[in-house]
């Protein structure tokens, strides 16, 4: 069964400060991996996704993650985070093969930005 | 275009009673997704329909669950003899096909609260 770890509850970081998320997968192929942010009232937004190839995906709002197959890990990173940043943001896996269309979510990490 | 929407935003039931959620997709979408998100908890995955049948309904937690799709666009989640547990928010998502590559587009949700 497929699952995603997220360790970090919470995480508070400084308004231009550098960040990363860590998010660790179970999978027993390559899994298609994903980082989601969850706005206060908005749905869940998609920020990028890999599904094969460079490890090192871009995404939109200048996120980028990289996967690391050894380590089973997908780690969002940001160099310089934004006020506007601040949400709830959600790691999850998908199954690789044919029409598996659910997605696994880890349990979130609330960042928190100060000024 | 109009993305995903969900309503009600917000129902408060009582114990015991029936409640239905609704969920539009986006226009020419032919897979949707239902995911539930307990407070403090990721969004987890209920059921997806391709089309007008359900296609995974492996999340659905028990039989007073039930969801249709019978015209391949809005979905309604059905939920009898509700219970405190079932307190949470109701995410519906769509993509253009299924399949865990193809993004899925989550609407706000709505809020349901069993006392």
């Known amino acids: 069964a497929q699952s995603v770890t997220q360790p970090d509850i919470h995480i508070t970081v400084s308004e231009g400060a550098s960040l990363e998320l860590r998010c660790n997968y179970s999978?027993?192929?390559?899994?298609?991996l994903f980082w989601y942010v969850q706005s206060p009232g908005q749905g869940l937004q998609l920020l990028l996704k890999?599904?094969?190839?460079?490890?090192l995906v871009q995404g939109i709002k200048g996120f980028e993650a990289e996967f690391k197959r050894s380590q089973s890990s997908f780690n969002l990173r940001k160099p310089s985070v934004h006020w506007s940043d601040a949400a709830e943001y959600f790691c999850?896996?998908?199954?690789?093969?044919?029409?598996?269309?659910?997605?696994?979510f880890g349990t979130g990490t609330r960042l928190q930005v100060t000024l | 275009g109009a993305g995903v929407s969900q309503t009600p935003s917000n129902k408060v039931t009582e114990k015991g009673k029936y409640v239905e959620l609704r969920c539009d997709p986006i226009?020419?979408?032919?897979?949707l997704y239902w995911y539930r998100q307990s407070l403090g908890q990721g969004p987890e995955f209920l059921i997806y329909?391709?089309?007008?049948?359900?296609?995974?309904d492996s999340g659905l937690p028990n039989d007073r669950f039930f969801a249709v799709r019978p015209e391949g666009s809005v979905s309604t989640l059905k939920i009898q003899r509700t219970e405190r547990g079932d307190s949470a928010v109701y995410l519906c998502?769509?993509?253009?096909?299924?399949?865990?590559?193809?993004?899925?587009?989550f609407g706000p949700g709505t809020r349901l609260t069993v006392l």
């Open positions: 998502a769509s993509s253009l096909i299924a399949g865990t590559a193809n993004e899925q587009f």
């Open positions: 999978y027993g192929a390559t899994p298609y």
């Open positions: 890999y599904f094969s190839g460079d490890t």
């Open positions: 999850a896996v998908g199954a690789n093969t044919g029409t598996a269309s659910k997605l696994t």
């Open positions: 226009s020419g979408h032919t897979a």
């Open positions: 329909f391709q089309g007008t049948g359900a296609a995974d």
